[in-house]
C-alpha cells in the first residue's frame, strides 16, 4: 500500500485542519500516527475498514475526528481547537490483518508525513 499525507500547516492555537491520505492497493483498517520533535511516534487515531468504528488516544478525544472515504481511497482527519502540543508530524498509516487499531504497533506501513504547527 502507498499512502501521501496532505494538508498540514501552520495555525494558532485554537484552530483547526484537515489532513487528507491519499492511499493505494488493498483497503485496510488505517489511522494517523504523529511524531512530535524530540519524542517517539505515537498514536492519535484508528479508523476500521468499513470506517463503522473509530479509536483515539484521550488526548484528542473529543477535538479531532477520522473518517475514510472508501471510494474515493482516501482517509481524513479533522483536527479542531488544536493546541500547541498537538504540533508533530502527522503520518497516515495502514495495519493490515487488524480489525481494531489503538496503538502504534499496530500499523505497518506508513507513507511521508505532513507537519502541523500550532503558535500559541
Known amino acids: 500500500v502507498q499512502l501521501q499525507a496532505s494538508g498540514g500547516g501552520s495555525v494558532q492555537a485554537g484552530g483547526s485542519l484537515r489532513l487528507s491520505c491519499a492511499a493505494s492497493?488493498?483497503?485496510?483498517?488505517m489511522g494517523w500516527l504523529r511524531q512530535a520533535p524530540g519524542k517517539e511516534r505515537e498514536f492519535v487515531a484508528g479508523?476500521?475498514?468499513?470506517?463503522?468504528?473509530?479509536y483515539y488516544t484521550d488526548s484528542v478525544k473529543g477535538r479531532f475526528t477520522i473518517s475514510r472515504d472508501n471510494a474515493k481511497n482516501t482517509l481524513y482527519l479533522q483536527m479542531n481547537t488544536l493546541q500547541p502540543e498537538d504540533t508533530a508530524v502527522y503520518y497516515c498509516a495502514a495495519a493490515p490483518g487488524i480489525e481494531a487499531p489503538r496503538t502504534k504497533v499496530d500499523f505497518r506501513s506508513w507513507g511521508q508525513g505532513t507537519l502541523v504547527t500550532v503558535s500559541s
Open positions: 492497493g488493498r483497503t485496510y483498517a
Open positions: 479508523i476500521s475498514r468499513s470506517g463503522g468504528s473509530t
